[in-house]
């Protein structure tokens, strides 16, 4: 069975940094996408980085302070935050696009969540 297990979060100040990790296991046959969403209090659930292929993407809010950084071999995406805001506060997702070794098509693949505080 495929997961996706993320760690890393947790309480920082604001202009704080953290990173974190998510790394998937399981019978894998090819991941076409992966990255980080975020959903605060209230707020729909948004993404925050995520590279596909060669190119990455990030939302505007994030731009210049967060870093997406992937290692292939283990199947593992990061996310280093830097410069945090209290408004970065949020339940950080992992979201992959992959296909497992038993299924012919692409699946969306979810982590359990890691929460992330920004406060003084």
């Known amino acids: 069975q495929v997961q996706l297990v993320e760690s890393g979060g947790g309480l920082v100040q604001p202009g704080g940094s953290l990173r974190l990790s998510c790394a998937a296991s399981g019978s894998i046959r090819d991941i076409n996408a992966m990255g980080w969403y975020r959903q605060a209090p209230g707020k729909e659930r948004e993404l925050v980085a995520l590279w596909r292929g060669d190119s990455t993407n990030y939302a505007d809010s994030v731009k210049g302070r967060f870093i997406i950084s992937r290692d292939n071999a283990k199947n593992t995406v990061y996310l280093q935050m830097n410069n945090l805001r209290p408004e970065d506060t949020a339940l950080y997702y992992c979201?992959?696009?992959?296909?497992?070794?038993?299924?012919?098509?692409?699946?969306?693949?979810w982590g359990q969540g890691t929460q992330v505080t920004v406060s003084s």
């Open positions: 979201y992959a696009f992959m296909k497992e070794t038993s299924r012919r098509f692409y699946s969306d693949y």
